[in-house]
C-alpha cells in the first residue's frame, strides 16, 4: 500500500512538471537531461574552417564564428548545412570571419538577411547565388573581391551597393537576379562605376552589368 502511494506521488509530481513553463524558470531547476534534449532538438553544430565554427538554432539563425579563413566549397551540396539548406532564414557572420566560402550559403532559398563583419575581405563564387528570397545585403567596405556568379539568380535582390573598396568583380555576379533595378558603385571607388544604376568600369568603355528588374524598355549606352 505504501509502494502504490509513492507511485501515485511520483506520478502526480511528473503530470505537475510537465505542465510547467520551462521557459519561466531557471535551467538549473530542471534536470540536465531535460535541458540537453531540448537543446539537441534546436540546434545543428559543426565546423566550417580550421578556426570556425557554424551553429544553426532553431529559430533558422546560421552564425559562423570564429577567426580566420572560411572554407570553400566545391559544390551548392558540400557546405556542411547543405541539408538544411531550405530551413535558414538568417546567416549571421561574425567579426574574425575573413572570407566568405565558395559555395557557400547557394541554394539557400529562404535565406532573407545576411550580416557580414568589416573583418571579411573577399565573397567566393557562387556564395549566394539561387537565394531567391534574398531582398538586400550590405557589403562591408572591407571586401576587395566579390567572385563569380556569387550573387547569381537571388530573384529577390532589388538593389546593391558596390563599396569604395572592392577591385574586383567576378564575371556574371549579379547574373538573372530579375528583380534588380540598381547596381550603385561609391564614388570613390577605383575601379568601378555606376550610372542609372548599370555597373560599368571606371572609365564608363566596358558596361558590366545592367540590372534586368529595370523597367526602361529602352538603354542609351554612353558615348565613353
Same mark, same amino acid.
Given at each position: 500500500?505504501?509502494?502504490?502511494?509513492?507511485?501515485?506521488?511520483?506520478?502526480?509530481?511528473?503530470? /505537475?512538471?510537465?505542465?510547467?513553463? #520551462?521557459? *519561466?524558470?531557471?535551467?538549473?531547476? +530542471?534536470?540536465? +537531461? #531535460?535541458?540537453?534534449?531540448?537543446?539537441?532538438? *534546436?540546434?545543428?553544430? %559543426?565546423?566550417?574552417?580550421?578556426?570556425?565554427?557554424?551553429?544553426?538554432?532553431?529559430?533558422?539563425?546560421?552564425? /559562423?564564428?570564429?577567426?580566420?579563413?572560411?572554407?570553400?566549397?566545391?559544390?551548392?551540396?558540400? *557546405?556542411?548545412?547543405?541539408?538544411?539548406?531550405? &530551413?535558414?532564414?538568417?546567416? !549571421?557572420?561574425?567579426?574574425?570571419?575573413?572570407?566568405? %566560402? $565558395?559555395?557557400? +550559403?547557394? &541554394?539557400?532559398?529562404?535565406?532573407?538577411?545576411?550580416?557580414?563583419?568589416?573583418?571579411?575581405?573577399?565573397?567566393?563564387?557562387?556564395?549566394?547565388?539561387?537565394?531567391?528570397?534574398?531582398?538586400?545585403?550590405? /557589403?562591408?567596405?572591407?571586401?576587395?573581391?566579390?567572385?563569380?556568379?556569387? +550573387?547569381?539568380?537571388?530573384?529577390?535582390?532589388?538593389? /546593391?551597393?558596390?563599396?569604395?573598396?572592392?577591385?574586383?568583380? %567576378?564575371?556574371?555576379?549579379?547574373?538573372?537576379?530579375?528583380?534588380?533595378?540598381?547596381?550603385?558603385?561609391?564614388?570613390?571607388?577605383?575601379?568601378? *562605376?555606376?550610372?542609372?544604376?548599370?555597373?560599368?568600369? !571606371? $572609365?564608363?568603355?566596358?558596361?558590366?552589368?545592367?540590372?534586368? %528588374?529595370?523597367?526602361?524598355?529602352?538603354?542609351?549606352?554612353?558615348?565613353?
Amino acid at each position: 500500500m505504501k509502494n502504490l502511494k509513492k507511485m501515485t506521488s511520483m506520478f502526480t509530481a511528473a503530470a /505537475i512538471l510537465a505542465t510547467v513553463n #520551462m521557459g *519561466a524558470l531557471p535551467e538549473h531547476a +530542471f534536470p540536465s +537531461f #531535460m535541458m540537453n534534449a531540448q537543446a539537441a532538438d *534546436a540546434v545543428d553544430s %559543426g565546423e566550417c574552417g580550421e578556426n570556425l565554427t557554424w551553429t544553426l538554432d532553431g529559430e533558422g539563425t546560421l552564425t /559562423i564564428s570564429g577567426t580566420g579563413i572560411m572554407t570553400n566549397y566545391p559544390d551548392h551540396k558540400s *557546405a556542411p548545412w547543405c541539408n538544411a539548406q531550405e &530551413d535558414i532564414l538568417n546567416v !549571421k557572420i561574425e567579426n574574425g570571419v575573413t572570407n566568405i %566560402g $565558395d559555395w557557400a +550559403f547557394c &541554394d539557400c532559398i529562404s535565406l532573407t538577411s545576411v550580416t557580414i563583419p568589416d573583418s571579411v575581405t573577399s565573397i567566393g563564387d557562387e556564395a549566394f547565388s539561387s537565394c531567391y528570397s534574398l531582398t538586400s545585403i550590405t /557589403i562591408p567596405d572591407s571586401v576587395t573581391s566579390i567572385g563569380d556568379w556569387t +550573387f547569381a539568380s537571388c530573384d529577390s535582390l532589388t538593389s /546593391i551597393t558596390i563599396p569604395d573598396s572592392v577591385t574586383s568583380i %567576378g564575371d556574371s555576379a549579379l547574373h538573372s537576379c530579375d528583380s534588380l533595378t540598381a547596381i550603385d558603385v561609391d564614388t570613390n571607388n577605383e575601379y568601378y *562605376a555606376s550610372k542609372d544604376g548599370v555597373l560599368f568600369n !571606371k $572609365d564608363k568603355t566596358e558596361l558590366i552589368q545592367y540590372p534586368i %528588374g529595370k523597367d526602361s524598355q529602352t538603354y542609351v549606352i554612353p558615348d565613353s
